[in-house]
C-alpha cells in the first residue's frame, strides 16, 4: 500500500509536470502574469506542456518499447539519450515563445529548464542525484529569486514547495535505491541554478 502511494506521489510531482505547475504559479499567483488573456494563457501553457511533457514522455515511452523489444539493454546510456532529448524539448518551446516579447519570464523558465536538464545529466555521469527533487527545487529557487526582485513574500508558495519537495522525495527513496543526499544534492542543485538564472537575467 506504502509503495502504490509512493508511485502515485512520484506521477503527482514528476519532473515532466513540474514545469507546467511552475507555469500556472506565475500565471495564477501574485506575480503580475495574472493579467495575460485567456489566450495569451493558453497558448503559453500549450507550449510548456508540449515542450517539457508531452514530447518528453513519447520520448520516454519509445525509449522503454525499445528495451521491451531488445532494440536496446543499455538503461543508462538510453536514460542519458532520453535527457537529452528532452534538453532539446526545452530549448524547442525556449525559441517558440522566443517570437512573443510579452513572455520573456516563460522563456527563462524554459532556457533555464533546458541548462539544468544537461547539467544533472552531466553530473549523473559521477554520482547518483534525484531528478524529482531537483525539479522542485528549481520551482523553489524561482520564486525565491523573483520575490526577491519583484519584492513580495509568497511565504505559503515557498512553504508548500519546500513540503511538496520533501513528500516526493520520501516517495522516491520507498520507490528506488535512492539515499538520502541524492534526494537532498537534488533539490540544493535545483535551488542554485534557478535562482542564480532568474536572480541575474
Same mark, same amino acid.
Given at each position: 500500500m506504502i509503495r502504490k502511494l509512493a508511485t502515485l506521489v512520484t506521477w503527482i510531482f514528476s519532473p515532466?509536470?513540474?514545469?507546467?505547475?511552475?507555469?500556472?504559479?506565475?500565471?495564477?499567483?501574485?506575480?503580475?502574469?495574472?493579467? /495575460?488573456?485567456?489566450?495569451?494563457?493558453? /497558448?503559453?501553457?500549450?507550449?510548456? =506542456?508540449?515542450?517539457?511533457?508531452?514530447?518528453? +514522455?513519447?520520448?520516454?515511452?519509445?525509449? &522503454? /518499447?525499445?528495451?521491451? /523489444?531488445?532494440?536496446?539493454?543499455? !538503461?543508462?546510456?538510453? *536514460?542519458?539519450? %532520453?535527457?537529452?532529448?528532452? +534538453?532539446?524539448?526545452?530549448?524547442?518551446?525556449?525559441?517558440?515563445? *522566443?517570437?512573443?516579447?510579452?513572455?520573456?519570464?516563460?522563456?527563462?523558465?524554459?532556457?533555464?529548464?533546458?541548462?539544468?536538464?544537461?547539467?544533472?545529466?552531466?553530473? %549523473?555521469?559521477? !554520482? &547518483?542525484?534525484? *531528478? &524529482?527533487?531537483?525539479?522542485?527545487?528549481?520551482? =523553489?529557487?524561482?520564486?525565491?529569486?523573483? %520575490?526577491?526582485?519583484?519584492?513580495? *513574500?509568497?511565504?505559503?508558495?515557498?512553504?508548500g514547495v519546500a513540503l511538496s519537495a520533501g513528500i516526493s522525495g520520501t516517495a522516491v527513496m520507498l520507490?528506488?535505491?535512492?539515499?538520502?543526499?541524492?534526494?537532498?544534492?537534488? =533539490?540544493? =542543485?535545483?535551488?542554485?541554478?534557478?535562482?542564480?538564472?532568474?536572480?541575474?537575467?
Open positions: 515532466l509536470l513540474i514545469p507546467s505547475y511552475a507555469a500556472l504559479i506565475l500565471l495564477y499567483t501574485s506575480f503580475h502574469y495574472t493579467l /495575460f488573456s485567456w489566450p495569451a494563457k493558453r /497558448f503559453l501553457l500549450i507550449v510548456v =506542456f508540449a515542450s517539457t511533457a508531452l514530447m518528453p +514522455a513519447l520520448t520516454v515511452i519509445i525509449s &522503454e /518499447f525499445g528495451k521491451k /523489444f531488445g532494440l536496446s539493454d543499455r !538503461k543508462t546510456y538510453d *536514460n542519458r539519450v %532520453s535527457m537529452l532529448f528532452v +534538453a532539446l524539448y526545452y530549448y524547442l518551446g525556449f525559441y517558440l515563445l *522566443n517570437k512573443m516579447p510579452m513572455y520573456a519570464i516563460f522563456k527563462i523558465l524554459l532556457l533555464a529548464g533546458s541548462i539544468l536538464v544537461v547539467l544533472l545529466m552531466i553530473i %549523473s555521469l559521477w !554520482k &547518483e542525484i534525484s *531528478n &524529482e527533487t531537483a525539479a522542485l527545487g528549481a520551482v =523553489f529557487g524561482m520564486l525565491v529569486a523573483l %520575490s526577491l526582485r519583484i519584492g513580495i *513574500n509568497p511565504v505559503l508558495l515557498l512553504s520507490r528506488r535505491d535512492m539515499g538520502i543526499w541524492a534526494i537532498l544534492s537534488g =533539490f540544493a =542543485f535545483g535551488v542554485t541554478v534557478f535562482f542564480l538564472i532568474f536572480y541575474l537575467l
